[in-house]
């Protein structure tokens, strides 16, 4: 049942960790969803997916969502499966992106059960994904694009505006007023030079502020990512080896084949074959040429990611490459090796020193990637323990993420503080240690929300 309570705000996802983002808005008798994300990392987040939604899907009036990753979108189509049956407003860019990875991420939810089935691993029988690739093409006919900065409608005495948020194609900030009150959704902002997207828009005055704080508590090395690429590539190339990168289907496999273009077209590193090995990474680098609006490239530059990289679709032309060996680049997803075809790379190469393995951003608790860059020298691949010999860079550089001082610098563009700001989406670490400095360096009110916290707008805790 709806409450006829004075708004409100429920965090139902991203506390005490960096995914899961679910944002409710409650005024009278509407409800709005800012954000619809799936949980990763440690199973006991994760199994945050698998219990009921905290109040009943058909109960939701609308769904805004912030841009295309999974920890902001991923459950959407299993809240439509359990009755949602409003709208899914984002922006154009965003709606484009879903159309590929939700039914993706439904198709690996399935692999996933199959796989547990076969090891007997699940506590369902047969195991269950969390939804299917059939549920995630059904969820898309909820979706309603929409422009930025173009006021929104969302429900009784309730409106939204998607603004600029940089860090990947259709990425927003969300600003919505409600009651007479106005509330600022961060979603994840991008960085103020990052070389695809252009920055974050400057933060409007707002009563409640909610930001993430993925790098909260880190700040991007000095050092040029690029160059640091550039030298990898140079090194295991000398040796014949096979320079594996875990990238993010959206937006990093964009940056990644910018730069590497960039170091080939300048002889600094050798001419030695690249392939982009994600279909979907193949057809998000399309999108991204539909919307010159919001990015910095140009299309001389497009022309040159696309002559660089040889585009593998196919599962067959993905096991040519293991057994092509080296040298060579292979750029695939998942970034934090959770998933995808970069895992069946890894089995491939490895075992062998001469080869590398390159992470090109966060690494979340719980996750393959995580282990892999606090040192572990095996990874549990589908069943299987496979040793790790091959050199491990992780190259924080390439982040689409403000880190912590670059998200101060945005929250300085502010006309007047926030009566409160929710430090979300981070690690527990992340969340305090941003918490910290704003109090430190702006005297605004801040601190980190409990999960399921609900807080009235008039008064915020």
Same mark, same amino acid.
């Given at each position: 049942?709806?409450?006829?309570?004075?708004?409100?705000?429920?965090?139902?996802?991203?506390?005490?960790?960096?995914?899961?983002?679910?944002?409710?808005?409650?005024?009278?008798?509407?409800?709005?969803?800012?954000?619809?994300?799936?949980?990763?990392?440690?199973?006991?987040?994760?199994?945050r997916n698998?219990?009921?939604?905290?109040?009943?899907p058909?109960?939701?009036?609308?769904?805004l969502?912030?841009?295309?990753h999974?920890?902001?979108?991923?459950?959407?189509?299993?809240?439509?499966?359990?009755?949602?049956?409003?709208p899914?407003?984002?922006?154009?860019?965003?709606?484009?992106?879903?159309k590929?990875?939700?039914?993706?991420?439904?198709?690996?939810?399935?692999?996933? *059960?199959?796989?547990?089935?076969?090891?007997? #691993?699940? +506590?369902?029988?047969?195991?269950?994904p $969390?939804?299917? !690739? %059939?549920?995630?093409?059904?969820?898309l006919?909820?979706?309603?694009?929409?422009?930025?900065?173009?006021?929104?409608?969302?429900?009784?005495?309730?409106?939204?505006?998607?603004?600029?948020?940089?860090?990947i194609?259709?990425?927003?900030?969300?600003?919505?007023?409600?009651?007479?009150?106005?509330?600022?959704?961060?979603?994840?902002?991008?960085?103020?030079?990052?070389?695809?997207?252009?920055?974050?828009?400057?933060?409007?005055?707002?009563?409640?502020?909610v930001?993430?704080?993925?790098?909260?508590?880190?700040?991007?090395p000095?050092?040029?990512? *690029?160059a640091?690429?550039?030298?990898v590539? #140079?090194? +295991?190339a000398?040796?014949?080896?096979? $320079?594996?990168? !875990? %990238?993010?289907a959206?937006?990093?496999?964009?940056?990644?084949?910018?730069?590497?273009?960039?170091?080939?077209?300048?002889?600094?590193i050798?001419?030695?074959?690249?392939?982009?090995?994600?279909?979907?990474?193949?057809?998000?680098?399309?999108?991204?040429?539909?919307?010159?609006?919001?990015?910095?490239?140009?299309?001389?530059?497009?022309?040159?990611?696309?002559?660089?990289?040889t585009?593998?679709?196919?599962?067959?032309?993905?096991?040519?490459?293991?057994?092509?060996?080296?040298?060579?680049?292979?750029?695939?997803?998942?970034?934090?090796?959770?998933?995808?075809?970069i895992?069946h790379?890894?089995?491939?190469?490895?075992p062998?020193?001469?080869?590398a393995?390159?992470?090109?951003g966060?690494?979340?608790?719980?996750?393959?990637g995580?282990d892999?860059?606090?040192?572990?020298?095996?990874?549990?691949?589908?069943?299987?323990?496979?040793?790790?010999?091959?050199?491990?860079?992780q190259?924080?550089?390439?982040?689409?993420h403000?880190?912590a001082?670059?998200?101060?610098?945005?929250?300085?563009?502010?006309?007047?503080?926030?009566?409160?700001?929710y430090?979300?989406?981070?690690?527990?670490?992340?969340?305090?240690?941003?918490?910290?400095?704003?109090?430190?360096?702006?005297?605004?009110?801040?601190?980190?929300?409990?999960?399921?916290?609900?807080?009235?707008?008039?008064?915020?805790?």
């Amino acid at each position: 049942m709806k409450s006829n309570h004075p708004a409100r705000l429920r965090f139902f996802g991203a506390t005490d960790t960096v995914t899961g983002s679910r944002y409710l808005l409650e005024s009278r008798d509407t409800r709005i969803l800012v954000d619809c994300g799936l949980f990763q990392g440690y199973k006991r987040i994760r199994d945050r997916n698998r219990i009921p939604f905290p109040v009943a899907p058909g109960s939701i009036d609308a769904v805004l969502l912030t841009h295309a990753h999974l920890d902001h979108t991923g459950y959407v189509p299993a809240l439509v499966r359990d009755g949602f049956t409003g709208p899914v407003y984002a922006t154009h860019g965003t709606s484009e992106l879903c159309k590929l990875l939700l039914p993706d991420s439904g198709h690996l939810q399935e692999e996933e *059960a199959r796989y547990a089935d076969h090891r007997g #691993s699940s +506590v369902h029988v047969p195991a269950l994904p $969390v939804y299917t !690739a %059939a549920d995630a093409v059904r969820s898309l006919n909820s979706f309603e694009p929409r422009d930025f900065d173009a006021p929104l409608e969302v429900g009784d005495g309730i409106e939204a505006t998607f603004l600029p948020a940089g860090h990947i194609l259709g990425a927003a900030q969300i600003h919505i007023n409600v009651d007479g009150h106005s509330i600022h959704f961060t979603g994840d902002l991008g960085r103020a030079d990052d070389p695809l997207m252009f920055p974050p828009r400057e933060l409007e005055a707002a009563d409640i502020l909610v930001t993430e704080s993925t790098y909260g508590n880190r700040r991007h090395p000095d050092q040029d990512a *690029a160059a640091e690429l550039g030298a990898v590539v #140079s090194r +295991v190339a000398k040796r014949g080896g096979v $320079v594996m990168i !875990a %990238a993010f289907a959206v937006g990093r496999a964009e940056t990644l084949m910018l730069h590497l273009s960039r170091l080939r077209r300048k002889h600094l590193i050798p001419d030695i074959p690249i392939y982009l090995n994600s279909p979907m990474a193949i057809d998000a680098s399309y999108m991204y040429r539909q919307h010159p609006d919001e990015h910095r490239l140009l299309v001389d530059e497009f022309e040159d990611m696309y002559k660089l990289a040889t585009m593998s679709r196919t599962a067959d032309d993905s096991k040519l490459l293991n057994l092509r060996g080296g040298p060579m680049v292979i750029i695939s997803a998942s970034g934090m090796l959770t998933g995808g075809r970069i895992l069946h790379h890894l089995e491939a190469y490895g075992p062998d020193p001469k080869n590398a393995i390159i992470l090109s951003g966060f690494q979340a608790g719980g996750t393959r990637g995580a282990d892999l860059a606090a040192g572990a020298k095996e990874l549990r691949i589908y069943g299987q323990d496979v040793p790790i010999q091959a050199e491990v860079v992780q190259i924080e550089g390439f982040s689409a993420h403000a880190d912590a001082d670059e998200i101060i610098r945005w929250m300085h563009t502010a006309d007047e503080a926030p009566h409160m700001t929710y430090i979300t989406h981070g690690e527990p670490e992340a969340s305090d240690a941003l918490r910290r400095r704003i109090k430190r360096e702006l005297g605004w009110n801040a601190r980190v929300p409990e999960y399921l916290e609900s807080v009235p707008l008039d008064k915020p805790l």
